[in-house]
């Protein structure tokens, strides 16, 4: 079984989606492994978006990402990253089609709801850096 971490940004926080969000998740199949409530501090910030922390535009995320608490959860299932990602529609929530998650409830490239891993690898690695394995229950 495949797992992927999703971090519900303070876009969906905000916008008390977060029942809808999850709900689209588990009604895809995919079994919820992990949940808490966090907010990211400047380390954490570097950490998770350290591919693009020299990026101009890194200080207006770190900005958005730490300005409320958001939930980071882990789900298990079958193809899950790709199948999420389907779910979620493109990065830029202006070119999400209606009926994906971005479409229906995104602003833009950067307040587009959710963040969810691309790849097996980095899904390790995100789980790690934010549950400690006695709190993912796979």
Partial sequence: MEKTLIILKPDCMEKRLVGAVLDRFQKA??????AKLIRFDDTLLKEHYAHIATRPFFPELAAFMSSRPVL???????????????????????????????????????????HASDSPESAAAEIKRFFAPGEVFA
């Fill in 29 to 34: 199949g995919f079994d919820l492994i992990a």
């Fill in 72 to 114: 980071v959860a882990a789900f298990q299932g079958e193809n899950v990253i790709a199948r999420v990602r389907e779910l979620l529609g493109p990065t830029d929530s202006k070119k999400a089609p209606k009926g994906t998650i971005r479409g229906d409830f995104g602003t833009d490239v950067s307040v587009n709801i959710c």
